[in-house]
């Protein structure tokens, strides 16, 4: 049976950490849900789209410095750790934090996301699997995700061990019960797109 979305079950607030630079290096549990959560992931064909698309994330430009480390993609969702390295400036017009809007360097996009950041990352990421998945389905314009995404810093190694092992474990929790993404996403940031 397909968990569908339930606009007053499935809301969430934001937990967005707005003094928080997400080009930081760390590490970040991301989730992204499928829309209205529907399983487009058991039709294996997309699933394997996804897969790739996610594994690729390192050898795209502006994830230069992102690594992945364990993650899953489920019928309806998919999990994974992204870690960012440090980035070294390479000249005078990275930002720094009295910068005048007007001043921001031109590699970032328009819509206030840093290049190079969680935020451009995960965009490019579900924007690659969304048109991907409209070139084989033979469609324009048909969602792929929910909009947003969950995100949660991970700030020690035992909550980083914790999340791999949940993510492990996630294919035989599915099983058992499939509305569990709800109580993760509960202790998650709500990222809206812009």
């Known amino acids: 049976m397909t968990a569908k979305f339930n606009p007053d079950k499935h809301h969430r607030q934001s937990l967005r950490l ?25 039709d294996v064909t997309l699933r394997e789209l996804v897969e790739h698309t996610w594994q690729n994330i390192p050898q795209q430009p502006h994830a230069e410095q992102a690594t992945l480390d364990e993650w899953v993609v489920m019928p309806n969702h998919l999990h994974g750790i992204l870690m960012l390295a440090e980035i070294e400036p390479n000249d005078e017009s990275d930002i720094k934090p009295n910068n005048h809007p007007s001043e921001l360097p031109r590699s970032y996009p328009a819509r206030g996301v840093k290049s190079s950041s969680v935020g451009a990352i995960i965009g490019n990421f579900k924007s690659l699997v969304t048109r991907r998945a409209n070139n084989l389905w033979r469609t324009s314009g048909e969602k792929v995700w929910q909009r947003g995404y969950y995100d949660r810093i991970i700030h020690n190694e035992r909550e980083l061990t914790d999340i791999r092992q949940y993510i492990r474990d996630n294919p035989q929790r599915w099983e058992d019960d499939e509305e569990n993404l709800d109580v993760v996403l509960a202790k998650m940031r709500l990222v809206t797109d812009k």
């Open 18 to 42: 707005r003094t928080w630079d997400y080009t930081t290096s760390g590490g970040y549990f991301i989730t992204l849900c499928t829309y209205q959560r529907e399983n487009l992931f058991a």
